[in-house]
């Protein structure tokens, strides 16, 4: 997974923050049997060209939070990475991701799922999507409501130009692992469902301060920002 690359020295850091990634994660993945496990960087606020080094090291999935944001920096990527939104998407944004990210992580209600439908159905393509739950039940967080998971993708299964992929969460800070083991519970439930035109492939949770938590729980993808890029600078973006 990891990759030797130019190793400009301001970025020495970000070498050894995915190194060290690299191996918690196949650690976790060997020591709870989960198999493979996709390592996603997560870019706000970060600059393109630190971007760009950790895609040199092997990262070849990035997470977008920010609509704006993201269109302000695209076009300084590296073309090899694909790019999925993780971020809280509003309808009235989704005609500026749609030919631009391979996934959506984030859908949590009917009313976007049909407008990333509408226009995907108008962009002759297929979109594929992660349901967002909100496995704590916080009200300060966007997602569905976990007891309301099965009948969101029982309705956005019918839709023709979306495919559903897997679950995505973002777990209470310090939940341990009753939140992880609810989603999982949850993902596998789902599957057992077998919803015509769902495959649950993907289980996304897991980000800097848990991500071997989650994958002791399932995930097999984890979206890390902070311990690759180091804290945040938070913009207004």
Partial sequence: MCQKSVNPPEFQYILENYRQICYNVGN?????????????????????EKVNYAVSLGIDLLGENRVQEYLSKKDSYDKSARVHMIGHLQTNKVKYVINNVDMIQSVDSVKLANEINR???????????????????????SGVPADRVYSLIEEISAMKSISVKGLMAVPPIGSGDEAF???????????????????????????SGDYETAIKHGSNLVRIGTKLFGARKYLEV
């Fill in 28 to 48: 976790a993945a060997a020591k709870y049997g989960s198999g493979s496990v996709k390592i996603m960087a997560v870019t706000k606020t970060v600059p393109p």
């Fill in 119 to 141: 226009l995907a159905e108008k962009n002759k393509k297929t979109m594929d999507i992660l349901i967002e739950v909100n496995i704590g039940g916080e009200e300060s967080k």
């Fill in 181 to 207: 083991d609810k989603m999982n519970l949850l993902f596998q439930g789902v599957k057992e469902k077998r919803f015509p035109g769902v495959s649950m492939d993907i289980l996304s949770m897991g980000m």
